[in-house]
């Protein structure tokens, strides 16, 4: 069982940078692959960005492509979206999610066991 808890949303003008963070239960981190969604008002949710267990390879969609990037800290159970140029179509709740025995890139929501209760993140213009 993992429990994940993302901080770091808050409210930023278009251009802008933010940083969430999302912070594991558990001494298996590092066997995770993880993930980062969002739902924007009215929308459904959507694949924003991912990663394996190792770091080694990660995945984006295309709207956040060469702003966003996803990283990790297995020493600290943590993995990260540093978030740039935010614009105000970014504004979602952002959810962080994992998946045990994480070897593979996955950008499906059904894929993910575990998920976070989401940090909200506004971009005004």
């Known amino acids: 069982q993992v429990q994940l808890v993302e901080s770091g949303g808050g409210l930023v003008q278009a251009g802008g940078s933010l940083r969430l963070s999302c912070a594991a239960s558990?001494?298996?981190?590092?066997?995770?692959?993880m993930g980062w969604f969002r739902q924007g008002p009215g929308k459904e949710r959507e694949f924003v960005a991912a990663?394996?267990?190792?770091?080694?390879?990660?995945y984006y969609a295309d709207s956040v492509k060469g702003r966003f990037t996803i990283s990790r800290a297995n020493a600290k159970n943590t993995v990260y979206l540093q978030m740039n140029s935010l614009k105000p179509e970014d504004t979602a709740v952002y959810y962080c999610?994992?998946?045990?025995?994480?070897?593979?890139?996955?950008?499906?929501?059904?894929?993910?066991?575990?998920w976070g209760q989401g940090t909200q993140v506004t971009v005004s213009s």
């Open positions: 999610a994992a998946k045990f025995f994480g070897g593979r890139i996955l950008d499906k929501g059904y894929e993910y066991e575990y």
């Open positions: 558990g001494r298996t981190f590092s066997s995770y692959a």
């Open positions: 990663i394996i267990w190792s770091g080694g390879s990660t």
